[in-house]
């Protein structure tokens, strides 16, 4: 208990150092956490390799510190993990194992490796083509915020594509998408609208007031290497 209380404290202090600006002592405290097997220390010295910060940029040693932390349980390394296997950054390709790793963060619960998976699955990169599991996942990151993910379901929605297609529904999921300046969703939308019903557009509206109650705004799409925390 007594080490775990000072793992805790020690990664506080690295949190805090970065977020003052110190990135070299932030660098530091968090390579010595992580050495010492603190998984939500790797994942933030593997940000820190991948941006740059406090250490030199190295995208390979950011993958190994992120695989790290990925394989004690940490979600969103293994969203980069799985991210970085699929693009070969810092590693060599492995859209296969890279599959695995952003299935395992998306069935986690984690929106950027749920939109991910949509996006491999609605290309065929890495998966066999599966517009309806595409649609599947874009659904679990939208309903969590992830605007970008709402722009494509809503787009899905309004072409029938892996779904029936659904005016009212595309309505919503464009309207949240919209409402955080996704200019593609705007434009989608305002081409529509001129086709829908009234009924359409009362089921729509109803649809986009339920969704906006219940989903806060994921603040930024979806990238690559986020910083942890």
């Not at 809503?154 to 309505?171: E, H, P, S, T």
Request: charged share 15%.
């Amino acid at each position: 208990m007594h080490a775990l209380m000072e793992t805790t404290l020690q990664l506080d202090d690295a949190v805090a150092a970065y977020h003052d600006g110190d990135l070299v002592t932030a660098a530091r405290l968090f390579e010595a956490l992580a050495e010492a097997g603190c998984v939500e220390a790797q994942a933030w010295i593997g940000a820190l390799h991948a941006n740059g910060e406090g250490v030199p940029a190295d995208l390979a040693a950011a993958f190994r510190w992120y695989l790290r932390a990925a394989e004690g349980g940490h979600v969103p390394a293994q969203t980069n993990v799985g991210a970085m296997l699929m693009m070969g950054n810092g590693t060599p390709a492995d859209p296969e194992r890279g599959l695995r790793w952003l299935r395992t963060a998306a069935e986690a619960g984690d929106a950027m490796a749920q939109s991910n998976l949509a996006t491999l699955y609605f290309k065929g990169q890495g998966t066999a083509q599966d517009e309806a599991q595409a649609a599947h996942w874009y659904r679990q990151a939208a309903g969590q915020g992830h605007f970008p993910s709402q722009a494509r379901l809503g787009f899905m929605y309004a072409n029938g594509l892996g779904v029936d297609k659904d005016r009212a529904q595309a309505f919503a999921w464009l309207s949240l998408a919209a409402q955080h300046g996704v200019g593609s969703a705007l434009n989608a939308l305002e081409g529509m609208i001129g086709q829908m019903s009234a009924e359409e557009k009362q089921k729509g509206a109803a649809l986009f007031d339920q969704w906006r109650s219940r989903t806060a705004a994921v603040s930024s799409p979806a990238r690559l290497i986020p910083v942890p925390g």
